[in-house]
Nanobody, 115 residues
Framework: QVQLVESGGGLVQPGGSLRLSCAASGFTFSSYAMCWYRQAPGKERELVAGISPTGRRTNYADSVKGRFTISRNNAEKTVYLQMNSLKHEDTAVYYC????????WGQGTQVTVSS
């Protein structure tokens, strides 16, 4: 059974940091590209960051470049999203996703940036 379980979300002040984690099971993690998406209220889900199966290649939405870092540990079957210098507009539900011809999705974790 495929599972992607996100954790690390919460309430943070503008300028603060959070680290999201996504623990994977039920599939060959090291063969899948991993992504973080987010969806804010009233908006479409958008890609935040992606990382190749080996971790050698990453890509980011323009809105988070220089502030967010995606990484992965294939031995631990976990992908991370380090989020720094958080802004109000980063408030959203963040989803972990795995892709290798088919998509698997987590349930999401809420990130709220507010003073």
């Amino acid at each position: 059974q495929v599972q992607l379980v996100e954790s690390g979300g919460g309430l943070v002040q503008p300028g603060g940091s959070l680290r999201l984690s996504c623990a994977a099971s039920g599939f060959t993690f090291s063969s899948y590209a991993m992504c973080w998406y987010r969806q804010a209220p009233g908006k479409e889900r958008e890609l935040v960051a992606g990382i190749s199966p080996t971790g050698r290649r990453t890509n980011y939405a323009d809105s988070v470049k220089g502030r967010f870092t995606i990484s992965r540990n294939n031995a631990e079957k976990t992908v991370y999203l380090q989020m720094n210098s958080l802004k109000h507009e980063d408030t959203a539900v963040y989803y972990c996703a795995a892709y290798s011809g088919a998509w698997y999705w987590g349930q999401g974790t809420q990130v709220t940036v507010s003073s």
